[in-house]
């Protein structure tokens, strides 16, 4: 035996138990475990026992909790989503509501989810309480590492913002703020006694789970933090409760260069009221000026301001566009005051001069403060959401924005092409968004005005505008596209005429072709006759006369007798072919070759002759007109070999081509000289009426023949009739 297969056995023996223990999937029960699986191999189903505590558990029953084992942990799907995959036994309730710090033992498979593996239960068993595991103490930055889904973190900051959720019983929403970025926390629980608005500019320490935003590719988005109730919301430093008992800067000022750094907590000013909008579903946006600086205030409750009043803000300093506003602000009215004296504004000053090797640019600060320019209106865009203006102003389109609570009917006088004055707030677009990663360059500006009244026509549009030239354009084309219709419609009923006379003088052609037929072919049955019956009469009439002297005489008639008999036979053949000859339908019916062959078969059977018909070539089908003409000439052509050649063996041959089509006669007879052939001064009209009759189907006529070596006359016509030969019933 060799050595390998010695071996066999023994490793049969060890690969036996390994495969046995393959055979049976082991289920995962270990958080990171499953957390690490890829989407596709998550999607399997894989089997799941976990024991762990529920870090977050939504205040709903039996929609969804987060259950840690270990450092990890998972989101757990339940409720209607899973009865309708399938996963849980019918008839089986979920456990009550499960409050963060239970310990569950559960079991379930794994599902991909929509960002993280995720849990699918199928049973789910209390086991007792346990104290939550410690979170992870982050920055905000820190949470948009997609990591930390589903986990236990504590982050620190300034809240911003605080409201409760529109519907009652939904908790609350608030905004934590450092310097590191800012994120949204929502408390799905709330105490009788929890006052958000004492949150707001507190610095707290918030402690829940982090869930991730993410889009259809899986990919992260961004992130919020869960907290199940009020207390998990530790403040640190309290803000004050009146919110206009914080330090007051200038407006010049908002955030300036400090050793300390930029502060997150409120800062109040003062300025006037120079545009007013309603915000974009909250509140409401302003802005304010002081001196040359303009900003804008955002407001979370509207305020019954208008351009010219006198206001303080206090609110959260924020930068954003490049510019800093105030946000989340309290407002109070002071008074009323002017409006500041509109600055002139042109693309020099909005966005200064390319200055090459400079990193500064020699723009002025001109956002948000109000001022005035002069254009041409371009176009007037009227929209639902925010309808503007297109104002040319140096060879540069201003966009110029109204309220969305501006009636659009108001916007119909203003006519494109007219020049207008602008009075309104500057908003200035630099080349980059916060945080920049060069210094910002202006690249563009635009205006924001409070009313149409801010506009002010200078001159007038001139009635000759781009719009009427092309209305005049546009009839012009219409006009045209309408003589084109007619010139088409008009050519279409010259064609139909002309197709109807090109029909009737066909029509003509046809009956004078006919006409012409029907004359040869009298003259073609005269010859017969005279050839035929007239000698054959003339025989009778002499056998007769001489039966009349045999009978005076009492000499035997009986031979004359049979011979007159012969001749009256004779005669009679040659009337019939005759009148065969003269049918109007030859065809009667059927194809070319079947006709011949028809024709082959009488004439087999009046005598010993051999006739044979061939076809070559894909038959197809001919207008009756050339089909009938060819069966009368090898009609006519196997009755001249027959009565002159006297041929043992006719064969009559048709052969179909893609244009045309050859029929040939050939018979193996006493042949004669095409040369010293008889003609119609002659009485004999058989070969110039069957020359004439292919001229008339537009084809080609050969005939060769040799004394004592038989006739082969072939005509090559087109399939399809040309003008002249008749009608095509093919077209």
Not at 135 to 142: G, R, V
Not at 183 to 189: A, E, G, L, N, T
Request: net charge negative.
């Amino acid at each position: 035996m060799p050595p390998v297969l010695s071996k066999f056995p023994l490793v049969l023996a060890l690969l036996v138990p390994c495969m046995c223990a393959f055979g049976e999937e082991q289920p995962l029960t270990d958080c990171a475990a499953i957390r690490a699986l890829a989407p596709d191999v998550a999607a399997q189903r894989l089997p799941v026992q976990v024991r762990g505590v529920v870090t977050f558990s939504y205040p709903q029953k039996n929609v969804a909790f987060v259950v840690q084992s270990g450092k990890e942990g998972t989101y757990v799907e339940r409720g209607k989503f899973a009865r309708d995959k399938g996963l849980v036994p019918a008839g089986w309730s979920w456990p009550e509501l499960l409050p963060p710090g239970t310990l569950v033992e559960l079991n379930g498979v794994t599902g991909a989810g929509d960002y993280a593996p995720v849990i699918y239960p199928k049973d789910i068993r209390i086991v007792g309480t346990e104290p939550l595991p410690e979170p992870t103490t982050l920055s905000i930055a820190e949470l948009l590492d997609g990591k930390w889904d589903c986990q236990r973190v504590r982050v620190r900051g300034v809240v911003q913002f605080a409201e409760a959720a529109a519907q009652e019983g939904k908790g609350a929403w608030c905004e934590l703020v450092a310097h590191s970025g800012h994120v949204r926390f929502h408390i799905d629980r709330l105490g009788p006694s929890t006052n958000l608005q004492s949150l707001v500019d507190s610095e707290v320490e918030v402690t829940g789970v982090m869930f991730a935003f993410w889009n259809s590719r899986r990919e992260l988005l961004g992130a919020r933090i869960n907290v199940a109730d009020a207390g998990d919301v530790r403040v640190l430093e309290r803000g004050p409760q009146d919110p206009f008992a914080v330090p007051k800067v200038r407006l010049t000022k908002l955030q300036p260069f400090s050793p300390e750094g930029s502060t997150l907590h409120r800062r109040r000013c003062t300025g006037t009221v120079t545009l007013a909008w309603p915000g974009r579903g909250w509140g409401q946006v302003f802005y304010i000026q002081e001196g040359q600086r303009g900003v804008r205030v955002e407001t979370d409750v509207p305020a019954p301001i208008a351009p010219g009043d006198r206001v303080e803000v206090s609110g959260f300093v924020e930068v954003t566009e490049n510019f800093g506003k105030v946000h989340a602000a309290a407002v109070r009215k002071l008074g009323t005051a002017p409006l500041p004296v509109p600055v002139p504004v042109d693309r020099r000053r909005a966005l200064g001069s390319e200055i090459t090797g400079r990193t500064v640019t020699d723009a002025k600060d001109v956002d948000g403060t109000y001022s005035t320019f002069e254009g041409r209106l371009v176009k007037v865009d009227i929209s639902d959401y925010e309808p503007r203006l297109m104002v040319e102003s140096e060879g540069r389109l201003v966009q110029v924005s109204f309220s969305r609570d501006t009636p659009l009917s108001v916007l119909s006088r203003f006519d494109p092409g007219s020049v207008v004055r602008i009075d309104g707030v500057v908003r200035v677009d630099l080349t980059s968004d916060w945080p920049a990663q060069e210094h910002p360059r202006p690249v563009s500006f635009r205006f924001l005005v409070p009313t149409p009244d801010d506009v002010v026509v200078l001159s007038a549009a001139p009635w000759w505008t781009a719009e009427r030239l092309w209305a005049l354009l546009g009839g012009i084309a219409v006009i045209l596209a309408l003589t084109l219709v007619w010139n088409s419609l008009l050519r279409n009923r010259v064609e139909e005429r002309g197709t109807q006379l090109a029909e009737e003088m066909r029509a003509r052609r046809e009956a004078a072709v006919e006409f012409d037929a029907t004359l040869r072919e009298r003259q073609r049955l005269a010859a017969d006759l005279h050839d035929t019956m007239e000698q054959s009469l003339t025989g009778i009439a002499f056998r007769l006369e001489t039966m009349v002297v045999q009978r005076q005489k009492a000499q035997d008639t009986s031979a004359n007798l049979d011979h007159v008999r012969h001749l009256l036979a004779s005669i009679r053949e040659d009337v019939r072919r005759s009148v065969w000859n003269l049918r109007a339908d030859a065809l009667e019916g059927h194809t070319l070759p079947e006709a011949l062959r028809s024709i082959a078969n009488r004439l087999a059977d009046r005598s010993d002759l051999i006739v044979a018909v061939e076809t070559e070539g894909t038959p197809q089908p001919l207008p009756d007109f050339i089909a009938g003409n060819l069966l009368l000439l090898a009609q006519e052509a196997m009755t001249n070999a027959l009565k002159h050649g006297e041929p043992r063996s006719i064969i009559v041959r048709v052969v179909f081509g893609d244009e045309t089509v050859k029929l040939s006669v050939e018979d193996d007879g006493c042949g004669f000289d095409p040369a010293q052939a008889a003609t119609p001064r002659e009485g004999h009209f058989g070969i110039q009426g069957m020359r004439e009759r292919v001229k008339r189907l537009g084809g080609k006529f050969e005939l060769e023949s040799t004394p004592g070596h038989g006739t082969c006359l072939a005509v090559t016509a087109p399939i399809r009739q040309v003008d002249g030969a008749g009608k095509n019933e093919n077209s």
